[in-house]
C-alpha cells in the first residue's frame, strides 16, 4: 500500500491516557479491573443466552451478538494499553496501527448497525406482537447479522485504505492511547482534503442510515403506544425500550462527537474516545441485566444449575 512505501515513519509512539507518569500505576490498576469486568459482563450474557432455552428468542439472540462485538470491541483497544504501561514502551508499528484501525471501525461499525437492527427488533416486538415470531425468524436474524458484519466490513475497508493512502514523514508521536483516523491525519505530509471528505462522507452515511432507522422505529413505537393508551403496556413497552434508548445514546453520542468532523485534535477527544471505547462496553451488560427481569432471572437459573447445583 502506498503508506507502506512512501512514507518514512514506520512507528509510531501513542501518547496515552495521561501525560502525568505519577498516574500510571493507578489507571493501570483503574483499566484492569474495568477490562475484566467487560470480560465477565458480556461473556456472562453470551452464555446465559446461549444455555438457557427461555432466551431463545430474536431479541436476546442480538442481544447476546451485541456482547460479543463489545467484547471483541474492548479487546482492539484496552490490552494494548495495559502491556503498554507494564513496559513503559509506547511504540507501535505502521502495519500494527493500521490493522488496530481497522478492528476499531469493524466492531464499532457492527455495533452501530446491530443497534438500528435491536430497535427494529423492538418495533416489530411493540407494533405487531402477534406475528412478531414469524416475522423475526431465524432465517430473519441470521440474515441481519450478516448485514450488520457485511456492511461493517465494508465500511472499515474504505476508511483503512484510505488511511493508507497518507503518508508518514514525522512526527510521530500520536496524541491519543490508541491508533484512529484524526490522530493519524493529523501527523500526515500528503494533502488530505480529499482523503477527509471521504472519511466524514463514509462515516456520515452510517450514522444517517441508522438513525433514520433508529428514529422510524421509535416513532412508530411510540404511535402504537399512544394508540393503544393502556398504563400496563405504556409501562412494559417504556421498560423493554429505555435499555436500548441508554445503550444508543452512549455509544453513537461520542462516536458523532469525534467521526462527524474534520481532522482537528480536541482536548475531549481522549475521554469522549473512554465513552464509546472501554465504558458502553462496561456498561452495557449492567443495563441490560438491571433492567430486563428475564435476563437476571436466567443468569440466577443458569447459576443454580451449573455452578451452586442443589446436592
Not at 234 to 241: E, N, V
Request: hydrophobic share 50%.
Amino acid at each position: 500500500m502506498k503508506a507502506f512505501t512512501n512514507s518514512t515513519m514506520m512507528e509510531f509512539t501513542l501518547l496515552g491516557l495521561s501525560s502525568f507518569p505519577r498516574f500510571d500505576i493507578a489507571l493501570f490498576i483503574i483499566l484492569f479491573v474495568i477490562y475484566i469486568l467487560i470480560l465477565t459482563g458480556n461473556l456472562t450474557i453470551i452464555i446465559t443466552v446461549h444455555l438457557e432455552p427461555s432466551l431463545h428468542s430474536a431479541m436476546y439472540y442480538f442481544l447476546s451478538r451485541l456482547s460479543f462485538v463489545d467484547l471483541c470491541y474492548a479487546t482492539v483497544t484496552l490490552p494494548k494499553i495495559l502491556i503498554d504501561f507494564l513496559s513503559n514502551k509506547n511504540s507501535i508499528s505502521l502495519g500494527t496501527c493500521i490493522t488496530q484501525l481497522f478492528f476499531l471501525h469493524f466492531f464499532a461499525g457492527t455495533e452501530s448497525i446491530l443497534l438500528t437492527v435491536m430497535a427494529y427488533d423492538r418495533y416489530v416486538a411493540i407494533c405487531n406482537p402477534l406475528r412478531y415470531s414469524s416475522i423475526m425468524n431465524k432465517t430473519v436474524c441470521y440474515w441481519l447479522e450478516a448485514l450488520c458484519w457485511g456492511a461493517s466490513f465494508l465500511h472499515s475497508i474504505i476508511q483503512t485504505v484510505l488511511t493508507c493512502q497518507l503518508t508518514f514523514c514525522g512526527p510521530n508521536h500520536i496524541d491519543h492511547f490508541f491508533c484512529d483516523i484524526h490522530p493519524l491525519s493529523v501527523l500526515a505530509c500528503s494533502d488530505i482534503f480529499i482523503i477527509e471528505i471521504v472519511f466524514i462522507a463514509n462515516s456520515g452515511m452510517i450514522s444517517l442510515i441508522c438513525f433514520v432507522v433508529l428514529l422510524a422505529s421509535y416513532l412508530g413505537i411510540i404511535t402504537t403506544i399512544l394508540k393503544r393508551r393502556s398504563e400496563e403496556g405504556l409501562g412494559k413497552a417504556f421498560s423493554t425500550c429505555a435499555s436500548h434508548l441508554i445503550v444508543v445514546t452512549l455509544f453513537f453520542g461520542p462516536c458523532v462527537f469525534i467521526y462527524l468532523r474534520p481532522s482537528v485534535s480536541y482536548t475531549a477527544d481522549k475521554m469522549v474516545s473512554v465513552f464509546y471505547t472501554m465504558l458502553t462496553p462496561l456498561l452495557n451488560p449492567i443495563i441490560y441485566t438491571l433492567r430486563n427481569q428475564d435476563v437476571k432471572i436466567a443468569i440466577k437459573t443458569l447459576l443454580a444449575k451449573k455452578i451452586f447445583p442443589a446436592k
